[in-house]
């Protein structure tokens, strides 16, 4: 690989060491870790708003600052495809989409699970269509939730850099195996600017290895059979395999965040953000930028007295079950906010509400769950917004208020 250009930032620290300061977006941080991430072939199709990515890694090849096999695809089902046979050959791969465009590659994605390819792919969260907007919604990311996908949702462009090496890493752990989307709410991140620690390349190398596929890499070599029609005869048996490498994958994440953790100075929680929860009272629970107004709004109500903390959930496969309990036993009522939707579900709330109720009903002592939907379409949750449904949330814990039910925030007469 080439090695970056002295254009691309200024350095923190001496050559060929420490990390590097960029102004850049969440789409352009992840574009720079298909360079140092040294990916070996990239398929694009563009789509909004996903497709900033793959004009930042464009411009990175045309200025000779990252080789790779970029492919231009006629279709985002065929996009996926390129990527899924070339994993299957032992090349580190990226790719990604948006909304329907995730949607028009399903088959594709569905595949690439079932076959233990770990793909590491960028979802631009964005509504469906139709009636649909370019605005973010969760329901396209949400949809291989149940398919072997390992799915997490980042903050901010910083957190979205780190945490693709860090989906690589574990993604390619032979323990593990299965794909990883990486879910960046549509403008908010996408298209925000901030600045952000970009890694040297011997940073990187330091801790993400190279792919090796073993055994099971299709070569002429080393006949084996992929993509096998079992039927009956070893269907059920291959899911299981699959439940297992998803059984591991927590075990993986947390050796890769011990590890990242050390080396790139950061202190991420693996698969939780907590925020003001050491004495509260109550707690919001959200995903991806959801955290920027639920921060603000958190702060304003803690000089005003009231013990409220915010909980946010980074991976959502596989889901912390077990963190959640921790971090939300002790409270009087928990208000989950999602920006997706699931028509039909038990208390008609989004998918992470329900999946929250579930994690915290074994408990001994467990918290009222009042579930929450805000935001979709891209429309912004204002912290006076989350203030008013913090209410709520203490009126429930109270009694005041109906906790099997879903309330929608922001939302015209």
Sequence with gaps: MNPPSTALAEKIGGPGSGETEELISG???????????????ITAYPIRPYDTVMQYVSQMIANGDFDCEYIVAESEHSQFEIVKHASA???????????????????????????????????GNRALDDPGAFGVEHNDALAVRDLGWMLNWVETAQEALDTALIAYRVAEDPRVFL?????????????????????SQEMVDSFLPPYDRGDKQLHPDNPITIAPQANEDWLMEMRRQNDQ????????????????????????????????????????????????????????????????????????????????????????????????????????????????????????????????????????????????????????????????DTYWIGVRE
């Design 27 to 41: 789409s352009e941080a992840i574009s720079h870790v298909c360079r140092l991430a040294d990916v070996d072939v």
């Design 89 to 123: 050959v032992g090349a580190r791969v990226f790719c990604g989409s948006s909304g329907v465009g995730w949607f028009y590659a399903f088959e594709a994605l569905a595949v690439t699970a079932g076959l233990r390819l770990p793909m590491v792919a960028m979802v």
């Design 179 to 199: 794909p990883c989307a990486i879910s960046c709410d549509g403008a908010f991140l996408t298209h925000s600017q901030a600045i952000v620690k970009v890694p």
């Design 245 to 404: 490498a998803a059984r591991r994958a927590r075990g993986v994440i947390i050796e890769a965040y011990e590890d990242f953790n050390a080396k790139f100075g950061r202190d991420y929680e693996p698969f939780l953000e907590r925020y003001m929860m050491d004495d509260a009272e109550v707690a919001l629970v959200g995903m991806g930028t959801m955290g920027m107004p639920v921060k603000v709004a958190v702060r304003k109500m803690r000089e005003q007295g009231k013990k409220v903390g915010f909980v946010r959930v980074r991976w959502f496969r596989p889901f912390p079950a077990v963190e959640l309990q921790e971090a939300l036993g002790g409270m009087q009522a928990v208000g989950v906010i999602d920006r997706d939707y699931s028509f039909g579900s038990s208390h008609h709330s989004g998918t992470l509400g329900t999946e929250v109720r579930s994690a915290l009903y074994p408990l001994e002592k467990s918290p009222k769950v009042v579930t929450f939907i805000a935001g979709l379409g891209g429309r912004e949750v204002t912290a006076d917004n989350v203030v008013e449904t913090t209410d709520m949330v203490f009126d429930a814990a109270e009694g005041k208020l109906n906790d099997q």
